[in-house]
């Protein structure tokens, strides 16, 4: 079984960076399935942020395209996300997740991270 | 984007009953494969979401059989046969046809 985990920092200035690694265990990273980045504002729903998968290929979703950038790691069995420019409209809980591919049918996010809260304040 | 619409927001069920939510989506999930790329979650107080339903109507792995999804197109519907209190918590429907995936507004299943 999978198992995802985020870590960075819980607190992040206004005009900042916010960065945060996602470790990959009990799978690896370089098989077909895709990595994503979700987040959750504080009592909202759930927003798609992005993907990537082993060989680099990214995803982003348009309306976060131009601060975001995620990248892999593959002899750490890890991705990463950044996002630029942070407001306090970015404070939610960040979860990485990876999106299952089999034989090119996309499967949906079948593992979870526990998520991580980061706070956009000064 | 693809718009996800769920309904209803909130959702008082007696335990032994049964449940239903809908989600409807502004444009077709099937894919030419065949497939509604219509995926359900259920995110209880306090966790990460869990997969419930994959592909519209496959129950994911450990998945008790009291949960089933069904339809294709833009009309989708998860039915709990008979909930449970560990059932509590927000259905989320979302969508992986299209880039941005996209997240239905969510669903509150509280116990009466």
């Known amino acids: 079984q999978v198992q995802l985990q985020e870590s960075g920092p819980g607190l992040v200035k206004p005009s900042g960076t916010l960065s945060l690694i996602c470790a990959v265990s009990g799978g690896s990273i370089s098989s077909s399935n895709w990595w994503s980045w979700v987040r959750q504002p504080p009592r909202k729903g759930l927003e798609w942020i992005g993907e990537i998968n082993h060989s680099g290929g990214t995803n982003y979703n348009p309306s976060l395209k131009s601060r975001v950038t995620i990248s892999v790691d593959r002899s750490k069995n890890q991705f990463s996300l950044k996002l630029s420019s942070v407001t306090a409209a970015d404070t939610a809980i960040y979860y990485c997740a990876r999106m299952v591919v089999e034989t090119a049918v996309t499967k949906g996010i079948d593992s979870w991270g526990q998520g991580t809260l980061v706070t956009v304040s000064s | 984007d693809i718009v996800m619409t769920q309904s209803p927001l909130s959702l008082p069920v007696t335990p032994g009953e049964p449940a239903s939510i809908s989600c409807r989506s502004s444009?077709?999930?099937?894919?030419?494969?065949?497939?509604?790329?219509l995926n359900w979650y259920l995110q209880r107080p306090g966790q990460s979401p869990q997969l419930l339903i994959y592909l519209a109507s496959n129950r994911a792995s450990g998945v008790p059989d009291r949960f089933s999804g069904s339809g294709s197109g833009t009309d989708l519907t998860l039915k709990i046969s008979r909930v449970e209190a560990e059932d509590v918590g927000v259905y989320y429907c979302?969508?992986?046809?299209?880039?941005?995936?996209?997240f239905g507004q969510g669903t509150k299943l509280e116990i009466k």
């Open positions: 444009q077709s999930l099937l894919h030419p494969n065949g497939y509604s790329y």
């Open positions: 979302m969508q992986a046809l299209q880039i941005p995936y996209t």
